[in-house]
């Protein structure tokens, strides 16, 4: 990944939280998807480019075939990989997921629900080792469930002090390798400590980042490994992806190019630096790098069991979750958000209320995200644009607008 010039401090933006339709479009036949689905989805990602102004833009759809839809699988792009030049975006890039590692991370946690070896109702008391449970006394009772949906009311490590720490390195070859070192886990709990503001007030929605950072040490202790091998034996493997890390990656060649705002107010004509820098964002907070081909199979496998379920038990598919229970829990156990659309946090995910669907943004340095998937019309939409320009503005939001406007949904 190139990312530009890098920027001085700026609040992040909270991740996460965006509009998303899901009423499908009825077609009075079924054409193929190059007459139906493709004009829709270009003129979506058109205008990525030319209303909103990012150098290139990127969706992949797959799923059954349906009304307008013939069941191959999708990419569609619009713009440059590289400012000031004509070359495309690859059709299977390398990308930063960001947040969307979230909703892996969560996975991991149903999946050890699912065999007794750990309770969502467990507090953080009985499941955090000692030394980092003193850093965190008025969330001793806080129950693992909290933390899934966001609703602890811990401080968030990605603040003020974290962002002053990057910027202050100043950005040459050495910062670059600094940058591109994981944050382990005490240095990720030492910029908590920094933070800010105080705790948010317990049980209501409150995106946090340390949530996720926190989850991850209590898998790490029931597996007994770090947690990129838990990531890599449970989720990448099963699935067979062999284009999906964990805060490591192959050659950059592979990368979608990614250009950075944070340092800068507008874009470079050309980047100007490399940076690979997944651990940037943390961890459990956003250290998957993959493919959108693979995210959308991680998130079919992760939400696919009500689809499966709907057939018949003997029929399930093999799903990353297995028992019904868990998508009961992914189903009931949302609460409401800020936002006055009616998203809300389920755990590891978001959801539209009273829709089908489950979906997360990424807001890593240089880029947006999406990755989306519909369980009743087993459909996977990953999207992403190279820029993280106007980074208030999630890519969820600015999706669904466009769909609307061009009468396409999913």
Request: hydrophobic share 35%.
């Amino acid at each position: 990944m190139r990312v530009s010039s890098i920027a001085r401090a700026a609040a992040p933006p909270v991740p996460g939280i965006s509009t998303y339709t899901t009423t499908r479009m009825r077609f009075a036949a079924t054409p193929p998807t190059d007459e139906v689905v493709r004009p829709r989805l270009q003129a979506v990602v058109d205008q990525l480019v030319k209303k909103y102004g990012y150098p290139g833009a990127y969706i992949y759809l797959d799923g059954p075939p349906q009304a307008g839809y013939d069941g191959t699988p999708l990419v569609v792009k619009a713009g440059c990989d590289t400012v000031g030049t004509a070359t495309p975006i690859a059709d299977d890039p390398l990308i930063l997921s960001a947040s969307i590692t979230k909703s892996l991370v969560a996975g991991v946690a149903l999946q050890l629900a699912e065999e007794g070896k750990l309770n969502l109702w467990d507090t953080l008391e009985q499941r955090l080792p000692a030394k980092d449970m003193g850093r965190f006394e008025a969330q001793r009772a806080e129950p693992l469930i909290s933390l899934l949906r966001h609703a602890s009311g811990l401080p968030d490590w990605l603040n003020t002090a974290f962002l002053t720490h990057a910027t202050q390195l100043g950005w040459t070859d050495e910062a670059a390798r600094q940058l591109t070192k994981p944050l382990d886990h005490d240095a990720i709990l030492d910029f908590t400590r920094q933070a800010d503001h105080g705790p948010r007030t317990r049980g209501s929605f409150n995106y946090c980042n340390t949530n996720y950072e926190l989850l991850a040490r209590v898998i790490e202790e029931v597996e007994g490994q770090p947690l990129g091998q838990v990531l890599q034996k449970r989720l990448f493997t099963p699935l067979g992806l062999t284009h999906t890390h964990f805060e490591t990656w192959p050659d950059t060649t592979t990368w979608a190019n990614g250009y950075s705002t944070y340092f800068s107010s507008t874009l470079p004509q050309h980047p100007n630096m490399h940076w690979n820098i997944p651990v940037l964002w943390g961890r459990a907070s956003g250290g998957v790098v993959s493919t959108p081909q693979e995210i959308a199979a991680l998130y079919r496998g992760l939400y696919g069991q009500a689809k499966a379920s709907k057939a018949s038990k003997t029929g399930r598919r093999s799903l990353l979750l297995r028992t019904p229970e868990s998508h009961e829990r992914l189903i009931n156990s949302v609460i409401p958000t800020e936002s006055n659309n009616g998203t809300q946090s389920s755990l590891g995910v978001f959801r539209r209320k009273g829709k089908p669907g489950f979906f997360h943004n990424g807001s890593p340095m240089g880029y947006k995200t999406l990755a989306y998937y519909n369980e009743e019309t087993d459909m996977a939409v990953v999207a992403f644009v190279n820029s993280d320009q106007n980074r208030h503005d999630l890519l969820g939001s600015q999706l669904a607008g466009l769909f609307r406007e061009v009468g396409f949904s999913v």
